[in-house]
């Protein structure tokens, strides 16, 4: 199952100082409720994707190119106040998400192997890239990187 809604302001409070964490308020998550690994995930609904970690949606709006769900930027949800407001989209973006539950948590459940994976070996400078640019790197304990 899955939700479209924001985070909340008690979330953006906490994050505050991690820069890979979109700060976008009003901005509109997929929030999985299948969890992976017993965690919530939220994707964040943006525009602009210029890497393979994302599932495209379409979008009416010229200005909005390559927009869809980046993983690379997902939120492990530790605490329900951590939800905020239900969120509004496209009806197009909204229909699409609705008939992709099974590959939204197939390709995050990817994405978050291919993450670890990197994580143990950043040398690489693929790796390090996937790390460096990851919301993920702020949540390492919840995840079970060590």
Excluded: W
Aim: with cysteine; aromatic share 10%.
């Amino acid at each position: 199952m899955m939700e479209l809604k924001t985070l909340s302001s008690q979330f953006y409070n906490i994050y505050d100082s991690c820069p890979q964490i979109l700060k976008k308020e009003n901005r509109a998550y997929s929030i999985l409720l299948h969890k992976i690994d017993d965690i919530i995930f939220a994707i964040p609904i943006r525009g602009n994707i210029d890497h393979p970690y994302c599932l495209h949606t379409p979008n009416p709006d010229p200005q909005k190119k390559n927009s869809g769900l980046d993983f690379s930027k997902a939120i492990p949800i530790l605490d329900p106040v951590f939800i905020g407001e239900d969120a509004h989209i496209t009806s197009a973006e909204f229909n699409f998400l609705k008939t992709k539950k099974g590959k939204i948590t197939q390709e995050m459940r990817k994405y978050l192997a291919l993450y670890k994976k990197a994580f143990k070996n950043q040398s690489i400078p693929r790796n390090r890239r996937i790390c460096e640019f990851s919301s993920l790197q702020y949540f390492h304990q919840e995840l079970g990187i060590i």
